[in-house]
Protein backbone atom coordinates (compact mmCIF):
# COMPACT_ATOMS: atom_id res chain seq x y z
CA UNK A 1 0.00 0.00 0.00
CA UNK A 2 2.70 1.97 0.47
CA UNK A 3 1.43 5.93 1.14
CA UNK A 4 -2.01 5.44 0.32
CA UNK A 5 -4.47 8.05 -1.21
CA UNK A 6 -5.83 10.06 0.71
CA UNK A 7 -9.39 11.60 -0.29
CA UNK A 8 -11.93 13.01 1.50
CA UNK A 9 -10.14 12.57 4.83
CA UNK A 10 -10.46 8.48 3.46
CA UNK A 11 -7.51 6.47 2.66
CA UNK A 12 -7.66 3.81 -0.45
CA UNK A 13 -5.08 1.16 -0.94
CA UNK A 14 -2.96 0.76 -4.04
CA UNK A 15 -1.08 -2.82 -5.47
CA UNK A 16 1.47 -3.17 -3.30
CA UNK A 17 3.88 -2.96 -6.35
CA UNK A 18 3.09 0.70 -6.52
CA UNK A 19 4.17 1.19 -2.96
CA UNK A 20 6.52 4.69 -3.16
CA UNK A 21 5.51 5.37 -6.40
CA UNK A 22 3.76 8.45 -7.60
CA UNK A 23 0.07 7.77 -8.60
CA UNK A 24 -2.60 10.04 -9.40
CA UNK A 25 -6.21 9.94 -8.18
CA UNK A 26 -9.28 10.91 -10.05
CA UNK A 27 -12.58 11.03 -9.25
CA UNK A 28 -15.53 8.99 -11.48
CA UNK A 29 -18.73 9.71 -11.47
CA UNK A 30 -18.89 11.23 -8.43
CA UNK A 31 -18.87 7.72 -6.74
CA UNK A 32 -15.80 6.18 -7.66
CA UNK A 33 -12.11 6.72 -7.23
CA UNK A 34 -9.60 5.68 -9.95
CA UNK A 35 -5.98 5.13 -9.26
CA UNK A 36 -3.53 6.12 -12.24
CA UNK A 37 -0.31 5.13 -12.96
CA UNK A 38 2.19 7.20 -14.52
CA UNK A 39 1.10 5.70 -17.81
CA UNK A 40 -2.37 7.09 -16.86
CA UNK A 41 -3.73 3.14 -16.64
CA UNK A 42 -5.88 2.52 -13.77
CA UNK A 43 -4.27 -0.02 -11.36
CA UNK A 44 -6.92 0.24 -8.79
CA UNK A 45 -10.66 1.59 -8.24
CA UNK A 46 -12.60 1.98 -5.47
CA UNK A 47 -16.59 3.16 -4.42
CA UNK A 48 -16.18 6.72 -2.17
CA UNK A 49 -16.23 6.10 1.31
CA UNK A 50 -19.64 8.32 2.60
CA UNK A 51 -17.60 8.05 6.01
CA UNK A 52 -15.04 10.53 6.84
CA UNK A 53 -11.61 9.14 7.99
CA UNK A 54 -12.30 5.12 6.92
CA UNK A 55 -9.44 3.40 5.44
CA UNK A 56 -10.50 1.36 1.97
CA UNK A 57 -8.88 -2.05 1.45
CA UNK A 58 -8.63 -4.17 -1.37
CA UNK A 59 -7.00 -7.65 -0.22
CA UNK A 60 -5.71 -8.23 -3.31
CA UNK A 61 -3.01 -5.26 -3.02
CA UNK A 62 -1.55 -7.33 -0.56
CA UNK A 63 -1.05 -10.74 -1.67
CA UNK A 64 2.16 -10.39 -3.01
CA UNK A 65 3.59 -8.88 0.33
CA UNK A 66 1.76 -12.33 2.32
CA UNK A 67 3.81 -14.95 0.05
CA UNK A 68 6.40 -16.06 1.48
CA UNK A 69 9.10 -14.71 -0.82
CA UNK A 70 12.10 -16.15 -1.50
CA UNK A 71 15.30 -14.51 0.73
CA UNK A 72 18.86 -16.37 -1.11
CA UNK A 73 19.87 -15.03 -4.20
CA UNK A 74 20.34 -18.84 -5.19
CA UNK A 75 16.42 -19.37 -4.74
CA UNK A 76 16.02 -15.90 -6.41
CA UNK A 77 18.35 -16.89 -9.35
CA UNK A 78 15.94 -20.12 -9.76
CA UNK A 79 12.99 -18.61 -9.86
CA UNK A 80 14.37 -16.07 -12.36
CA UNK A 81 15.93 -18.38 -14.80
CA UNK A 82 12.73 -20.54 -14.45
CA UNK A 83 10.72 -17.29 -15.50
CA UNK A 84 13.30 -15.99 -18.08
CA UNK A 85 15.10 -18.84 -19.14
CA UNK A 86 17.10 -16.71 -22.20
CA UNK A 87 18.27 -14.14 -19.80
CA UNK A 88 20.98 -15.70 -17.73
CA UNK A 89 23.16 -12.92 -19.14
CA UNK A 90 21.15 -10.21 -17.43
CA UNK A 91 21.21 -11.91 -14.44
CA UNK A 92 24.86 -12.31 -14.14
CA UNK A 93 25.17 -8.86 -14.91
CA UNK A 94 23.07 -8.56 -11.75
CA UNK A 95 24.59 -10.40 -9.91
CA UNK A 96 28.23 -8.74 -10.83
CA UNK A 97 27.46 -5.46 -10.14
CA UNK A 98 25.46 -6.24 -6.90
CA UNK A 99 27.80 -8.47 -5.34
CA UNK A 100 27.17 -7.42 -1.49
CA UNK A 101 23.68 -8.15 -2.26
CA UNK A 102 21.73 -9.42 -5.26
CA UNK A 103 19.04 -10.44 -4.04
CA UNK A 104 17.70 -6.72 -2.78
CA UNK A 105 17.87 -6.08 -6.76
CA UNK A 106 16.27 -9.43 -7.87
CA UNK A 107 13.57 -9.98 -5.69
CA UNK A 108 11.48 -6.52 -6.45
CA UNK A 109 12.28 -7.67 -10.56
CA UNK A 110 10.55 -10.49 -9.89
CA UNK A 111 7.67 -9.00 -8.34
CA UNK A 112 7.65 -6.91 -11.40
CA UNK A 113 7.10 -9.89 -13.42
CA UNK A 114 3.58 -10.09 -11.31
CA UNK A 115 2.56 -6.75 -12.70
CA UNK A 116 4.19 -6.85 -16.48
CA UNK A 117 3.98 -8.71 -19.53
CA UNK A 118 6.61 -11.00 -20.30
CA UNK A 119 7.97 -9.20 -23.49
CA UNK A 120 7.55 -6.18 -21.86
CA UNK A 121 10.26 -7.44 -19.22
CA UNK A 122 12.32 -9.29 -21.85
CA UNK A 123 13.02 -6.03 -23.49
CA UNK A 124 14.10 -4.02 -20.05
CA UNK A 125 15.60 -6.99 -19.70
CA UNK A 126 18.19 -6.12 -23.20
CA UNK A 127 17.94 -2.39 -22.51
CA UNK A 128 19.32 -3.06 -18.96
CA UNK A 129 22.20 -5.21 -20.89
CA UNK A 130 22.94 -2.77 -23.86
CA UNK A 131 23.36 0.02 -21.29
CA UNK A 132 24.81 -2.07 -18.54
CA UNK A 133 22.77 -1.44 -16.02
CA UNK A 134 21.41 -4.33 -13.98
CA UNK A 135 19.21 -3.04 -10.94
CA UNK A 136 15.48 -3.14 -10.41
CA UNK A 137 14.60 0.78 -10.75
CA UNK A 138 16.19 0.54 -14.17
CA UNK A 139 14.40 -1.96 -15.45
CA UNK A 140 11.14 -0.35 -13.48
CA UNK A 141 11.66 2.79 -15.39
CA UNK A 142 11.86 1.34 -19.00
CA UNK A 143 8.89 -0.85 -17.55
CA UNK A 144 6.75 2.53 -16.65
CA UNK A 145 7.90 3.95 -19.83
CA UNK A 146 7.11 1.20 -22.33
CA UNK A 147 5.84 -1.82 -20.57
CA UNK A 148 2.52 -3.62 -21.01
CA UNK A 149 1.22 -4.34 -17.91
CA UNK A 150 -0.91 -7.72 -17.52
CA UNK A 151 -4.31 -7.99 -19.15
CA UNK A 152 -6.71 -9.53 -20.90
CA UNK A 153 -5.51 -9.27 -24.22
CA UNK A 154 -1.91 -7.35 -23.98
CA UNK A 155 -0.16 -7.06 -27.05
CA UNK A 156 3.40 -7.95 -27.05
CA UNK A 157 6.49 -5.49 -27.66
CA UNK A 158 7.76 -5.70 -30.99
CA UNK A 159 11.39 -5.58 -30.55
CA UNK A 160 12.47 -5.82 -34.55
CA UNK A 161 15.71 -4.04 -35.88
CA UNK A 162 19.21 -4.43 -34.34
CA UNK A 163 21.40 -1.90 -33.23
CA UNK A 164 25.22 -1.60 -32.35
CA UNK A 165 26.72 -4.39 -32.13
CA UNK A 166 24.02 -6.83 -33.65
CA UNK A 167 22.24 -6.15 -29.81
CA UNK A 168 18.54 -5.14 -30.47
CA UNK A 169 17.87 -1.45 -30.83
CA UNK A 170 16.56 -0.19 -27.48
CA UNK A 171 12.68 0.95 -27.65
CA UNK A 172 13.20 3.13 -24.73
CA UNK A 173 12.01 7.10 -25.72
CA UNK A 174 13.13 10.06 -23.46
CA UNK A 175 13.31 13.69 -24.15
CA UNK A 176 17.11 14.68 -23.64
CA UNK A 177 16.31 18.02 -23.79
CA UNK A 178 15.68 18.16 -20.40
CA UNK A 179 19.06 16.79 -19.39
CA UNK A 180 20.57 18.98 -21.95
CA UNK A 181 18.71 22.29 -19.84
CA UNK A 182 19.97 20.71 -17.20
CA UNK A 183 23.48 21.03 -18.27
CA UNK A 184 23.80 24.43 -20.06
CA UNK A 185 22.04 25.52 -16.63
CA UNK A 186 25.25 24.19 -14.50
CA UNK A 187 27.98 24.76 -17.41
Not at 4 to 21: F, H, M, Q, T
Not at 63 to 71: C, G, I, K, N, V
Amino acid sequence: MGLPGLVGGSRYSVPAVYAGKRVWLMVSRGTHLLVLDAQRQIVAEHALSQRHGTTVLIQEHYATLRRTSARTTVVLAEQFLARFPHQRAFLEGLIAQHKLNPADQLRPVLELADVYEAASLEHAFTTARTYNTYSHTFVRGILEQDGTVHTASSASVNSGGSGVFGIGAPLVHADLGVYQRVLEAVG
